[in-house]
């Protein structure tokens, strides 16, 4: 693959990668600068294993979270015990959805001063990490979506509420198992499951051939307190993992 004057090469060994590198450089009057295995590609980390490629957006999340360390991120308590995009409380979730903000900008603009965030703008990093690589925040990316005109408190509290899961999550990403082991690469760490015991498929669950993709969908049946649409979630999977998916309403 290449982009402008990058070249990106998948084989089955390095071997195989640095015989069609001296192919191309053949052809060039400036030598390519071999970079060595990808690890990271348009902002997105690529970790890459004997059983296993993972991507994952660990140093995008680092980074737009920095302004946040010293004020309001470094004072919550952060767990990896199953943390969750949103608070979980059923009350704190109807109060959530029931909740709209004021469309004066003068209260707007002192509500967000208060809580040290800019709503809009913050929404926009958040949708980054769902689009390439956190399909685990799609469902909350669109409900935080729904508030960019006139957020309420409630809503920035949900909003710092999915930072701080993305920065105690950052190393959360996609993994993609090998048909075969690749013994060039070193062994790798097995993912870390936060799902539930019923969530895991553990009888029954489906078995796919690797190089075939499958589509999952599901949706509720009008369950916005604002709007009675409905939500609807499309996946798509290769090779154990994702590689395409897409959260939205639907009009009913």
């Known amino acids: 693959m290449r982009q402008v004057d990058d070249f990106a090469i ?11 590198l001296d192919t191309i450089d053949d052809m060039l009057s ?16 690529i970790v890459q294993k004997k059983h296993y490629v993972k991507i994952d957006c660990h140093t995008y999340i680092n980074k737009f979270c920095e302004k946040y360390i010293d004020t309001w991120l470094g004072n919550m308590p952060i767990t990896e015990n199953k943390p969750t995009p949103l608070p979980s409380s059923p009350t704190w979730i109807k109060s959530f959805n029931a909740a709209t903000g004021s469309n004066d900008p003068k209260i707007q603009q002192q509500l967000a001063k208060e809580m040290q965030i800019n709503y809009r703008a913050v929404i926009g990093e958040i949708i980054w990490a769902m689009t390439t690589c956190r399909p685990d925040i799609a469902f909350t990316s669109v409900k935080l979506s729904q508030s960019n005109s006139a957020p309420h408190q409630l809503h920035y509290h949900g909003l710092k509420h999915t930072i701080k899961y993305l ?5 959360d990403g996609i993994y993609y198992w090998r048909t075969k082991p690749c013994d060039d690469l070193k062994e790798g760490s097995p993912p870390k499951i936060n799902s539930a015991l019923h969530d895991l498929l553990l009888d029954k669950r489906p078995d796919h051939q690797p190089n075939v993709a499958v589509a ?5 049946w009008a369950t916005c307190t604002k709007t009675r649409r409905s939500f609807t979630g499309v996946c798509i999977f290769l090779s154990g993992g994702v590689i395409a998916y897409k959260q939205d309403f639907n009009l009913q």
Do not use: C, H, V, W
């Open 10 to 20: 998948a084989t089955a060994d390095e071997a195989t990668a640095n015989k069609l």
């Open 30 to 45: 400036i030598p390519l600068k071999r970079q060595g295995l990808l690890d990271m590609f348009n902002g997105i980390d």
């Open 167 to 171: 920065y105690a999550t950052r190393d």
């Open 216 to 220: 999952y969908a599901d949706s509720d």
